[in-house]
C-alpha cells in the first residue's frame, strides 16, 4: 500500500536559518504530492503541491520537487519566521485524488 | 465566513455516551471527509462522501456512523463512546480528484 515516511521533529531553529524537512514515499503508481501545514489550534491547510516528476510546488516562500527517483518530496524554505511555527505533513494521493495519505507529521519551532 | 465550520469544538463526556458532530461547507464542493488526529498528531481518514454517497470507509468500528443528508454537510455520531474514541475529530472537503482538502478547524473529543 501507499506510505509517506517524514523526519521525525521537532526541528528547532533560530529566525532566518535555512530550512529542510524530509518526505519520502512508497507508491504503486504516480501519485501526487502535497504538503499541508497545521498551526497551533487550527486544522490543516494546503501550502504546495505538485501532480508529476520534476515539478516544483511553491508558496510563501517553501519549495519542494517532486523526485521521481528518489520518491522524495523535501520541502525548504531558505529563510524561517517565528510565524512558521507548525506541524508540517507530507502527503500523496493517487488514483483519483479522494484518498490521501499523511505522513506523521514534522513539528517545526523558530525562536528569535 | 468560515469555509469548513464544525461544532462543537469541545466534546468532553462520558464513557459508554453519545455523541454526534456537525460540519457543513459553504465551498460549494461535491466531497466531504472526515479524518481522526491522534494524540501523537497522526492522522488517519475515517470516511469519504461524494455527493451524499459513501466512497471511502476505512476500518472504523461500527459505532461510528457518518450521515451527508445533502453534499454540504456531513455530521459524524459516535455510539457507546469509549476512552480510545478521545482525539480531534477534522472534516474536510474537496472537489473530487483534486486532493487539495480544506479542513475545519477540529472537534477535541475527551472520554473520560
Request: charged residues 20%; glycine residues 8%; neutral net charge.
Amino acid at each position: 500500500g501507499n506510505s509517506v515516511t517524514q523526519m521525525e521533529g521537532p526541528v528547532t531553529l533560530s529566525e532566518e536559518a535555512f530550512l529542510t524537512i524530509n518526505c519520502t514515499y512508497t507508491a504503486t503508481g504516480y501519485p501526487s504530492l502535497f504538503w499541508y501545514v497545521q498551526y497551533p489550534g487550527e486544522g490543516l491547510q494546503l501550502l504546495l503541491k505538485a501532480t508529476k516528476a520534476d515539478d516544483k510546488g511553491s508558496n510563501k516562500g517553501f519549495e519542494a520537487t517532486y523526485r521521481k527517483e528518489t520518491t522524495s518530496f523535501h520541502l525548504e524554505k531558505g529563510s524561517v519566521q517565528v510565524s512558521d511555527s507548525a506541524v508540517y505533513f507530507c502527503a500523496l494521493s493517487e488514483g483519483g485524488g479522494n484518498k490521501l495519505t499523511f505522513g506523521t507529521g514534522t513539528q517545526l519551532k523558530v525562536e528569535l | 465566513d468560515t469555509a469548513v465550520s464544525q461544532t462543537p469544538k469541545y466534546l468532553v463526556t462520558q464513557m459508554g455516551n453519545d455523541k454526534s458532530i456537525k460540519c457543513e461547507q459553504n465551498l460549494g464542493h461535491d466531497t466531504m471527509y472526515w479524518y481522526k488526529q491522534d494524540s501523537k498528531k497522526f492522522l488517519k481518514i475515517m470516511f469519504s462522501y461524494n455527493n451524499k454517497e459513501l466512497i471511502i470507509n476505512e476500518t472504523v468500528p461500527n459505532r461510528f456512523s457518518p450521515k451527508s443528508p445533502d453534499k454540504a454537510h456531513l455530521n459524524l455520531h459516535i455510539n457507546s463512546l469509549e476512552l480510545g474514541d478521545s482525539a480531534v475529530y477534522f472534516c474536510a472537503s474537496s472537489q473530487r480528484g483534486n486532493g487539495e482538502l480544506f479542513f475545519g478547524e477540529g472537534s477535541r473529543l475527551t472520554v473520560l
